[in-house]
Nanobody, 115 residues
Framework: QVQLVESGGGSVQPGGSLRLSCAAS????????MDWYRQAPGKQRTWVAT???????SYAEAVKGRFTISRDNAKNTVYLQMNSLKPEDTAVYYC?????????WGQGTQVTVSS
């Protein structure tokens, strides 16, 4: 089963930027649909963005225009570029892979937006 490792989280002031990375094991990365989710303290995990194997992207309304999901199949990595960060973006961010009905999750990376 694919293993996913997120990195790039941290603390940033409102209006700042961060880029998250999610590195995947295995040789089938280019076939995966990749998602980013987030979970704020005391709340359910919610969907943030998706990129298909063909490179099509979609975003939650709360992040549209501020976040960009991308992938580098040569590096088995999906990214989430986050700009104009707001305190309400504070959460643990998780990546997920999907292929033929199977999915896997990473361990998450903390993003804190605070002045």
């Amino acid at each position: 089963q694919v293993q996913l490792v997120e990195s790039g989280g941290g603390s940033v002031q409102p209006g700042g930027s961060l880029r998250l990375s999610c590195a995947a094991s295995g040789t089938r990365f280019s076939s995966y649909v990749m998602d980013w989710y987030r979970q704020a303290p005391g709340k359910q995990r919610t969907w943030v963005a998706t990129i298909t194997s063909g490179g099509s992207t979609s975003y939650a309304e709360a992040v549209k225009g501020r976040f960009t999901i991308s992938r580098d199949n040569a590096k088995n990595t999906v990214y989430l570029q986050m700009n104009s960060l707001k305190p309400e973006d504070t959460a643990v961010y998780y990546c997920r892979s999907q292929l033929y009905g199977s999915s896997a999750w990473g361990q998450g990376t903390q993003v804190t937006v605070s002045s």
